[in-house]
């Protein structure tokens, strides 16, 4: 699966299938508008930040320190 960021609407809406649909304009709005991570959005549900940030990889990845 591609990085959060990488993700167009309808492949966000299969990863949020079962879900109401506003949520993924929540998500959405939350990865590339707000710059948040999943457990960041606390609009969202517990359960549903939790399984977003398993779901999903990580948008950046530190390569050097």
Same mark, same amino acid.
């Not at 299969?14 to 948040?36: F, I, N, T």
């Not at 549900?45 to 399984?51: F, Q």
């Given at each position: 699966?591609?990085?959060?960021?990488?993700?167009?609407?309808?492949?966000?809406? +299969? +990863? #949020?299938?079962?879900?109401?649909?506003?949520?993924?304009?929540?998500?959405?709005?939350?990865?590339? #508008?707000?710059?948040?991570?999943?457990?960041?959005?606390?609009? #969202?549900?517990?359960?549903?930040?939790?399984?977003?940030?398993?779901?999903?990889?990580?948008?950046?990845?530190? +390569?050097?320190?």
């Amino acid at each position: 699966m591609p990085a959060p960021y990488d993700l167009t609407r309808e492949e966000l809406a +299969v +990863v #949020l299938d079962g879900e109401p649909a506003y949520r993924v304009r929540q998500v959405w709005d939350g990865l590339h #508008l707000r710059v948040q991570r999943p457990e960041d959005m606390t609009e #969202l549900p517990a359960a549903l930040r939790a399984t977003l940030d398993a779901a999903l990889p990580p948008a950046l990845q530190q +390569v050097a320190e």
